[in-house]
Nanobody, 115 residues
Framework: QVQLVESGGGLVQAGGSLNLSCTASANIFRFNGMGWYRQPPGKQHDLVAAIRNAATTDYLDSVKGRFTVSRDNAKNTIYLQMTNLKPEDTAVYYC?????????WGQGTQVTVSS
């Protein structure tokens, strides 16, 4: 059983920045990839950013140029740097891993952007 633990959420004003972290209880090289999802109130969750073992990345169109996903293999951690935050970025942000026969999800961290 792998655990993913997110941290770094909070309340920020529009235009501000937040950095999220997701630390795995296992070596993240075992995963084909990891990513950040978000679920706004009353909506389904969307993939925000993904990073794969080849270090290739993908982003939701609405966050391109504002969010950056990265990884530190030595710390078994991925990060999401979020800048120029907007009220529509408000959501619970979840970390997910895939590629070991099953997916793992973190418990989520709340990000609230006030206007």
């Amino acid at each position: 059983q792998v655990q993913l633990v997110e941290s770094g959420g909070g309340l920020v004003q529009a235009g501000g920045s937040l950095n999220l972290s997701c630390t795995a209880s296992a070596n993240i090289f075992r995963f084909n990839g990891m990513g950040w999802y978000r679920q706004p109130p009353g909506k389904q969750h969307d993939l925000v950013a993904a990073i794969r073992n080849a270090a290739t990345t993908d982003y939701l169109d609405s966050v391109k140029g504002r969010f950056t996903v990265s990884r530190d293999n030595a710390k078994n951690t991925i990060y999401l740097q979020m800048t120029n935050l907007k009220p529509e970025d408000t959501a619970v942000y979840y970390c997910r891993s895939w590629g070991t026969g099953r997916d793992y999800w973190g418990q989520g961290t709340q990000v609230t952007v006030s206007s």
